[in-house]
């Protein structure tokens, strides 16, 4: 075994939690498809996609260093949301809740020294900033424009996508 089984635990544990972001944001992206906002329909089902190759990311590791899984149940998603605003909140929150549970584990391989594992983790902990932004700045777009404006929304995306 390559690795501790206090950080094998908080491996299952976070692919659980990978595979819940993964069907948040289907739920976002279904509010999104909805209120017929394509653009940000297509944000969170392809930030879905994301969780879940993180979580298989995070399964292949795993299994590559203690052969084993222990998958956590997975809680239901949120599957209303009052506003595009709330939505994008609630996506926000999360990436902020994932940044924590990353730190977590960098602790666990850091006090294991486990520089294999601090590796493989640095890149979870690179991609959350990117990711907090992102929902960060969509956020801010959101509340700029208001729920009688998301078309504005719609038209910063495109701008984006063209880029």
């Known amino acids: 075994m390559l690795i501790s089984p206090k950080l094998a635990a908080a491996l ?19 509010h999104f498809h909805t209120a017929k ?6 944000l969170f ?8 190759a993180h979580a298989l990311k995070f399964v292949h590791y795993l299994l590559d260093t203690q052969g084993g899984l222990n998958l956590p149940p997975i809680a239901a ?5 009052a506003s595009a605003e709330e939505a994008t ?6 990436e902020t809740e994932v940044t924590g549970q990353i730190k977590a584990l960098m602790d666990i391989a850091v006090a ?5 594992s601090q590796d493989f983790l640095q890149w979870y902990i690179n991609e959350q900033l990117e ?10 777009v959101i509340r700029r424009a208001g729920d009688r404006n998301l ?8 701008h984006l996508e063209v880029k």
């Open 112 to 116: 294991d020294n486990d520089y294999l």
């Open 77 to 81: 998603p949120q599957t209303t949301f």
């Open 12 to 30: 299952n544990t976070q692919i659980g939690n990978e595979l819940g972001a993964y069907l948040q944001y289907l739920s976002i992206a279904a």
């Open 37 to 42: 906002l394509t653009l940000l329909e297509k």
């Open 89 to 94: 909140r609630a996506a926000l929150n999360w």
């Open 151 to 158: 078309l504005m929304v719609e038209a910063y995306l495109a």
């Open 131 to 140: 990711e907090i932004n992102k929902m960060d700045r969509l956020l801010e």
């Open 45 to 52: 089902f392809e930030q879905a996609a994301e969780e879940n």
